[in-house]
């Protein structure tokens, strides 16, 4: 698609409704003139709206982003098969000679084949659903609101727009190829108006440079595509005419080159700039954790459940993996951070989804971008997790478990298994547990709950205990306790050879105990 710089006003709103009502008003000024400017002025602001609905579809799946995205998009095309054409003229007339027949030739053969495209604008703005767009200027806002700008979530996006186009930079920059660059420019334009919406603080400081750095991204993009322009239609035109075009081509490209190539390199270039301005360190992880909480905030109908939920599935992980039940698992670092943000994220509802819920919400966090200091081995893991935390369990019936290696099937019964537990637990009144006590023998593992109330719907609990009996390959025992009372926080202990493994609030530490060996002898699991 060719670009011009996009222009922006010191006083233009950056509030979403604004932008939504930007684009009404645009679509009556091209309905009137339909001229150069007014064709330019409706892609930017079509942009900015589907810019938007692109970042917040990222952490919520509610519809609202979905048909921002969708209703302009016959629309947005249109115009910028049109916008190609106004843009190809604009530099023939700059790069051609006063005296050479190119350039009165190659603009009337531009203009001839804009009939064409006119008329499909004409089509998208009699098909753009107006009232639709209206309707989206009352809800998109509030649902904005999810993402506080200049907060955590909102500097989580930023990096990870930052992430992909310094990737994309250190694959250009070694190259001329067009492709590369073009792929740069959409990636700097993701970039750029992520920053102007969600960081309004950096963007002030910001966005006259990344707007020259775009600007010479396009100047790139457009002059490739007027070099495979002048190839098309090389019959039409005279050798020297199209041979003297190249060539300015060519000089202008390598110049928009190194000045890109410039800008960008050195300790003093935009790329450290821009980076030093976001997460470092701790502060990333922190950025990560809130953009989780905010998906988990926007479609979980229950957050006191999940919260209670996700609390009880620490606790049994940790019991589980400090009793020495069953003998270790190797290379298990990061289980216990996938089975906490599985469990936040196990309840979340994907609106306007004929799957199952549980189907609909893997697919939807498969489609987002994986965290930032997550792998994506890690994020596979929880999208199957959660998947499998309700349903039928997993079997080598189901084509994408059966893909994986034995040992992340393994682990994908382990965690599952777990929340599964922990939900049935749930339902059968364990909302505020402080700890859970495991024991064991070899032929069955005892579960001790504190807070468990309801005993009678013994078929929901075995149900929800049957994955992980056959991950322990033993029955599970599960009995109700009461919580000690006492003024410092309670310890649950867990029995093992000769010592007690006390766990508080999901953390385990191990305290002598002089006590006789218990008879329940445990061994060592790491979930």
């Known amino acids: 698609m060719v670009t011009a710089t996009s222009r922006r006003s010191p006083g233009r709103a950056l509030g979403l409704r604004s932008r939504i009502r930007r684009v009404l008003k645009e679509v009556q000024r091209v309905r009137q003139s339909g001229d150069v400017d007014a064709v330019h002025d409706l892609r930017v602001a079509i942009r900015r709206c589907r810019s938007v609905a692109a970042v917040m579809a990222e952490v ?60 499909q604008v004409r089509r998208a703005l009699r098909a753009f659903d107006q009232r639709q767009w209206e309707r989206l200027a009352r809800t998109a806002p ?11 979530t909102a500097q989580c996006l930023v990096l990870e727009r930052y992430d992909e186009f310094r990737r994309l930079h250190a694959r250009a920059v070694r190259t001329d190829a067009s492709t590369p660059w073009h792929a740069l420019r959409v990636a700097l334009k993701r970039f750029r108006y992520a920053v102007e919406t969600l960081l ?36 039409g035109i005279g050798a020297a005419s199209a041979g003297s075009l190249r ?93 906490g943000a599985a469990a936040q994220l196990h309840a979340i509802r994907v609106g306007g989804r004929r799957t199952a819920r549980h189907k609909a919400a893997r697919d939807f966090l498969r489609k987002v971008p994986v965290p930032l200091r997550w792998k994506a081995q890690e994020w ?4 199957m997790v959660v998947r499998y935390h309700r349903g039928a369990e997993p079997s080598a019936r189901h084509r994408q478990f059966s893909q994986l290696s034995a040992e992340q099937q393994d682990r994908v019964r382990r965690l599952a298994g777990v929340l599964r537990l922990a939900r049935g637990l749930h339902q059968c009144g364990v909302t505020r547990a402080r700890g859970v006590r495991v024991g064991g023998t070899g032929r069955y593992v005892r579960l001790r709950v504190s ?28 009995e109700p306790t009461k919580a000690t009372s006492s003024a410092r926080p309670l310890r649950l202990a867990h029995r093992t050879l000769g010592a007690t ?21 445990s061994g060592h699991l790491r979930a």
């Not at 509030?142 to 907060?151: D, I, Y």
């Not at 596979?380 to 999208?383: I, Y």
């Not at 109330?453 to 029955?475: F, G, M, S, W």
């Open 60 to 119: 919520d799946g509610h519809r609202t982003w979905r048909a921002m995205k969708r209703l302009p998009r016959q629309l947005f095309r249109a115009l910028g098969n049109l916008r190609d054409l106004h843009v190809l003229e604009a530099w023939v007339k700059r790069l051609a000679s006063a005296d050479d027949p190119l350039r009165a030739k190659l603009p009337r053969l531009l203009e001839e084949r804009q009939l064409g495209p006119h008329q």
């Open 142 to 152: 509030t649902r904005a609101r999810l993402v506080t700008p200049n907060g955590l």
């Open 200 to 235: 309004p603080e950096r963007s002030v400081a910001w966005d006259e440079r990344l707007g020259q750095i775009q600007g010479l991204l396009g100047e790139i993009h457009d002059l490739d595509v007027l070099r495979s322009q002048i190839t098309q239609e090389s019959d």
């Open 247 to 339: 060539h300015a081509i060519a000089t202008r490209r390598r110049a928009a080159l190194t000045r890109y190539r410039q800008a960008m390199r050195g300790e003093s270039g935009l790329l450290r700039e821009w980076r030093a301005g976001l997460p470092h360190g701790k502060a990333v992880a922190a950025a990560t954790a809130a953009r989780l909480r905010t998906t988990a905030r926007a479609m979980d109908r229950d957050p006191r459940r999940t919260a209670a939920v996700t609390h009880l599935a620490l606790l049994l992980f940790d019991g589980l993996a400090m009793s020495r039940v069953i003998p270790p698992v190797r290379d298990d670092d990061g289980l216990r951070t996938v089975l």
């Open 380 to 383: 596979d893991l929880l999208t």
């Open 451 to 478: 807070g468990m109330k309801n005993t009678q719907d013994n078929a929901a609990l075995a149900a929800a205990a049957h994955l992980l009996e056959q991950v322990l390959r033993r029955p599970l025992l599960i």
């Open 501 to 521: 493994t006390t766990v508080a609030s999901g953390v385990g530490r191990v305290a002598p105990h002089r006590q006789p060996v218990a008879r329940e002898q």
